[in-house]
């Protein structure tokens, strides 16, 4: 039956109460009698009203069940405190009934009348609030360096005192550096001799680099003489070509004085046949003309005629004359004609000569231009010896670097080493415990630092949200950095900075991220490891209602408030409560501005009970008829009973509201 009463309460039904369950609430002697009977000392004090029994086991049999008072005592206190925890169990049921009865018919009566609460109530207003969220955060040190020696040797100075302010590049610690010095001028002087090397080395290479030089000077020449003995050979093979024309115009001309020759020769003949028969006409017409000059003399011609034959006579004679003269030119002209052959000829032959000098000259030519080229494959071979020796030289001149730079290395090396025995401090920072002096041996492959410093300014809290959060964040943060709050024990005033950081991945184990804030530290108050509490707030959520955080209670269906009505009753109101920030509580649903939410006496409220709202001297005298009751509802309506009356909270932007009962 219990189970079946549970079971409708969480349904939100009230459960069913039997007639035998009414008629025990006719019989308070008994139960006051059975109460009566329990030691103080072991059950608290409960209400006057009685538990509802179940249907299933009369009253009477209950009733009977129970032991009386003398039997109980002589059992002992532990059948008693069975008993107690029973009664007790019971009652808290009927509370817990009481707080989840939707009807008001259901309520508490006692006597057959409604029972008056007297409460205090406070009026849901607008405001604006900031959207914030709220978690305990720890203080860390922006950054932590523990300073450690990177050189062997013994302390020789120690140059600040343990909890020091220290910046960075300060002096902290000073090592014998003897050693590190011996090490740098060894390093030196090997660095030197290497630089010596180099310089020798770049002197080879510019002697070398002139012996290339003068080879390519040399081929350059040669190549010219090549060109110039082709050229020769050029103009020789054209003296040769010259020389062979000339030969053959001048054969031509001894076959043309050839042929002048032989004409010449019957141009004599032809005069000796002319010569021939004029000398025959010639002797023919003397013999006429002294024939006739006979005949003249004789009278027998006239010497007309006679004088016509002595003419002729003369002209043959006369002719004869020309013939032997043209016959003595005819001759001369052919011995002229034999001459200019013999000369020809004397002209082909030199000719010829000339052809075979020119083809001497030619290969002549030949052989000089052989000798040239052999002498450029001189110079090429020369040129490759001397850049071989330039590559070499390069050679040494890199290797001679190449030991510089090991050994400027090195001697870097032993200058860093002889740096690390002058130990400055790395950050900005406290300094704190120092844990050498001055004499003390240090090493470096030792894990024990000389000093730890923590940079505490700026410096950083970090703290955890749920990861239901995140979008929110992520959504603010776009539009610029987010404002941090914290406060600790003994100083409530909030220290502002700004979140820099959230963290890539949510902790499975926690379903948590992180956000680490940046603060102002300058005047100390933090310290790394310090516990504080944080606020983050994202926006603000304009025309938000409100209500006291009092008025909020939390019941097996979530939670929840009691409105106040107009009639003096109460409604069981769910509301879904938003942030809580100084004493109030934002309300995203279930309550309008306006309405009246109880702040005090709940815990004898159920849906529909009367009230009686309490005026402040109502409150303040009940507050001192409470005094030294831990009850922290009392304590409570005190504090709102206090502002019960007043037109604001004590930051002048909430509004409280107080009635009467009229």
């Given at each position: 039956m219990i189970e079946e009463i549970i079971s409708d309460s969480r349904n939100g039904t009230r459960p069913k109460v039997s007639d035998e369950n009414l008629k025990l609430n006719d019989q308070p002697t008994q139960n006051f009698e059975i109460v009566d009977k329990i030691p103080n000392d072991t059950v608290p004090e409960v209400a006057l009203e009685s538990p509802s029994l179940p249907e299933s086991e009369p009253t009477n049999n209950i009733l009977a069940k129970e032991p009386k008072p003398q039997k109980v005592l002589a059992k002992g206190r532990i059948a008693m405190f069975l008993l107690g925890l029973l009664l007790l169990g019971g009652l808290g049921f009927l509370v817990w009934q009481r707080a989840i009865a939707p009807k008001p018919e259901k309520a508490s009566r006692r006597g057959g009348k409604m029972q008056i609460t007297p409460v205090l109530v406070a009026t849901a207003t607008k405001k604006t609030v900031p959207i914030q969220l709220q978690a305990i955060g720890?203080?860390?040190?922006?950054?932590?360096?523990?300073?450690?020696?990177?050189?062997?040797?013994?302390?020789?100075?120690?140059?600040?005192?343990?909890?020091?302010?220290?910046?960075?590049?300060?002096?902290?610690?000073?090592?014998?550096?003897?050693?590190?010095?011996?090490?740098?001028?060894?390093?030196?002087?090997?660095?030197?001799?290497?630089?010596?090397?180099?310089?020798?080395?770049?002197?080879?290479?510019?002697?070398?680099?002139?012996?290339?030089?003068q080879a390519r000077a040399t081929l350059d020449k040669d190549r010219g003489i090549v060109e110039q003995a082709r050229a020769t050979l050029q103009k020789d093979l054209g003296v040769v070509e010259q020389a062979k024309m000339t030969l053959a115009k001048d054969k031509g001309v001894v076959e043309q004085a050839k042929m002048t020759l032989e004409k010449d020769l019957g141009a004599v003949k032809q005069a000796m046949a002319t010569l021939s028969k004029d000398r025959a006409q010639a002797e023919y017409a003397e013999a006429q003309s002294q024939r006739y000059a006979e005949l003249y003399k004789q009278g027998v011609i006239s010497q007309d005629q006679a004088q016509q034959y002595a003419t002729s006579s003369r002209a043959a004679a006369a002719t004869v004359e020309l013939d032997k003269q043209a016959i003595a030119n005819a001759e001369t002209a052919v011995k002229s004609d034999r001459i200019g052959i013999t000369n020809a000829e004397s002209v082909v032959k030199g000719d010829s000569v000339a052809i075979a000098n020119a083809e001497t000259a030619v290969k002549s030519d030949l052989v000089g231009i052989e000798n040239a080229q052999t002498a450029v494959k001189s110079d090429l071979v020369g040129i490759d010896n001397a850049r071989a020796v330039v590559d070499g030289d390069r050679s040494a001149i890199e290797g001679a670097q190449a030991s510089v730079s090991a050994d400027g290395g090195s001697l870097q090396n032993a200058q860093v080493q002889s740096s690390y025995t002058k130990v400055f401090a790395p950050i900005d920072g406290r300094a704190g415990n120092i844990l050498v002096t001055e004499g003390n041996v240090v090493q470096p492959s030792t894990d024990k630092p000389l000093v730890t410093i923590s940079k505490i300014n700026p410096i950083q809290v970090a703290f955890s949200v749920p990861e239901s959060n995140l979008p929110d964040i992520q959504k603010y943060v776009e539009n610029g950095k987010l404002k941090v709050d914290v406060t600790f024990a003994g100083n409530n005033r909030p220290i502002s900075g700004t979140l820099s950081f959230v963290n890539n991945t949510v902790d499975n184990s926690t379903g948590s991220i992180q956000l680490i804030g940046d603060f102002n530290n300058a005047d100390g108050k933090l310290f790394p490891g310090q516990f504080v509490n944080t606020t983050l707030t994202l926006s603000q959520q304009p025309n938000a209602i409100v209500v006291p955080s009092q008025a909020v209670q939390t019941g097996p269906n979530g939670q929840f408030v009691f409105v106040a009505q107009d009639d003096d009753t109460v409604d069981n109101v769910p509301v879904v409560v938003g942030n809580t920030i100084g004493g109030l509580s934002v309300i995203k649903k279930g309550v309008d501005a306006g309405d009246d939410v109880v702040t005090d006496g709940q815990a004898n409220l159920v849906d529909g009970s009367k009230i009686r709202i309490k005026d402040a001297e109502d409150a303040k005298d009940n507050s001192d008829s409470s005094k030294g009751n831990n009850n922290s509802d009392t304590s409570k309506a005190k504090e709102t009973g206090a502002k019960s009356g007043s037109d604001s909270n004590s930051s002048g932007n909430k509004s409280w509201k107080s009635r009467k009962n009229p």
């Open positions: 720890t203080v860390q040190s922006g950054a932590t360096v523990s300073v450690t020696a990177q050189a062997s040797g013994r302390v020789t100075g120690v140059y600040f005192k343990k909890g020091q302010e220290v910046k960075k590049g300060q002096l902290l610690f000073s090592i014998d550096d003897r050693s590190q010095n011996a090490s740098i001028q060894q390093a030196q002087g090997i660095v030197a001799k290497d630089r010596a090397q180099v310089q020798q080395a770049t002197a080879n290479l510019a002697k070398d680099r002139g012996i290339v030089e």
